[in-house]
């Protein structure tokens, strides 16, 4: 037995049967033997053109001999329509085309077997070597991955799917629920002949006594079989059916374009291993500055918290959650820091934002994961980001103790990737005040703000006289990311936000033992500032 399992990677499959007009709007389903056999051939000569003919023969004269069965996985039909430039009345002059394809799931398999074919081990190595080099079927759109399946594989496979949708030569009786389709097989008799694809012309030398005439016999197909000949030469000779085919009737089950709706996620329980981490990549024209850090992150909430409210409207109310917004019902602000982090960072050091990682400890429900998943576009309100929307892909999520990106890995060193702000006013008077001309004064403060804020952050990691916090000075101010502190936005857009009035610094801190990220402290850690990064 011979099987083979293909996959059509972007989820389609375009492929016009013969005979019909690609504006008809019909699609090739199973994909026809002529069709499979054609593609081989095409990938053994592109990308295996050391393999011998003899070698590769065999193979598909065994193929073209039998039938194959297919298993359809759930599947349907959709179309895209294109203006096509014709020229027929003019420059202007476009024409109506239609692209029609068939839906399936990336992840499901199409299973086609030859049950009578059999093939010795070099040749099935040589089969599974041209399956491996298949991209396409059908048209160049149609992506796929093939793979030749064991004896037993195959039969495990097949046993699963005659309960699912089986297609399969018609046979004296034809089962009940389903539909006669026409596909075009390769004919063995006449499919590797060169009958019609070499062109013999005669050509006379000599004179008299010496008259010789010799035929000469040319092609333009490598190899010279009727498998091989292209479209436009049959039309060109007006062939109404490929030289070297035949149609089999196929029963095909008549539901096998009706998908069955997806159940709506149900909301998630604190059973559930909800995710607690998404990454997303970013793109736009002109990238933001880290230094938008804050306008970034403010952003990808207020976003989130609208695809999240048009999600679950109910009667015209919107709902509230709290993991993305970080308030309860009545718009009280939560404490503790189990709510959602969104953390903008500069992965490739060019001093962009180009990704964002929104974590929270308390994880995603069902709703909060389709609010992520719809999310495309986030808005900062920065100076340099008016006129460029950043747009936004989902690169992955999961848990934290199972998908831990760089900005999550555990060390016992953390440096300042955007600076730390202060979570309390520095007095100029009365008995904690301090000079705020003394740059030993300012950072003595704010490293004392941060050692309180690893010990509510991290009780189990931060024994205090195992931690060392240092400043990160360029003589007498400090740096963070190439840049001042003070360069930073550091004020939400909101009332009464006094973020910009309060002291910020940049600092390394190394634990005695190393801890996970995300490490994020101090004010306006939510938004991406007092993140820290391993170095």
Known sequence: ????????????????????????????WPPSPWRILRALVATWKRTLPDLPQDQVEPILRTLCESVPQFVLPPAST?????????????????????????????????????????????QRKT????????????????????????DEEAGRRFEDGEAQRISSPVNDQQPENTEIVRLLCPDPESAFADDHVVTVTTKTVGRGKNKQTKEERSTIYDPAWNLCMETLQLHKERWSDPPGSRWISYTRPRDCFKKQPAPRPRPATSQDRQPQVVRFALDSTVLPLVTETLPVAEAARRALMSRYGQLTERNGVRGRSEILSGKNAEGKALQGHHHAYYLPTDED?????????????DGFDADEMRAVDRLREIKPWGRDNASHPLRVLLLGYGRLDEYRP???ERSRVWTSATPYVATRYAKTRGRERIDLRSHEAVVQFLREDLQRQIVEALPEDSALDAISIEPLLDGN???????????????????????????AGAFRITFAKPVNGPLALGFGCHFGLGLFATM
């Open 406 to 408: 760089a900005l999550l």
């Open 1 to 28: 037995m011979i099987a083979v399992r293909l996959r059509f990677l972007a989820g389609r499959y375009h492929a016009t049967p013969w005979g019909r007009h690609v504006n008809e709007g019909a699609v090739e």
């Open 127 to 150: 089969l599974a070597d041209i399956l491996a080099n298949l991209n396409t079927l059908g048209r160049s759109e149609s992506w796929c991955e093939a793979r030749l399946l064991s």
């Open 477 to 503: 101010a400090f740096r963070v990311s190439g840049y001042r502190p003070i360069q930073f936005r550091r004020f939400r857009q909101k009332q009464k936000d006094d973020g910009a009035r309060r002291l």
């Open 78 to 122: 959709g179309h895209t329509r294109h203006y096509m430039p014709w020229f027929k009345k003019g420059p202007d002059d476009r024409t109506l085309v239609f692209d029609t394809f068939v839906a399936v799931s990336p992840d499901a398999a199409l299973l086609a077997r030859w049950p009578d074919a059999s093939l010795d081990e070099p």
């Open 349 to 361: 050091r060019d001093g962009r934002i180009d990704h964002l990682t929104i974590v929270a400890r």
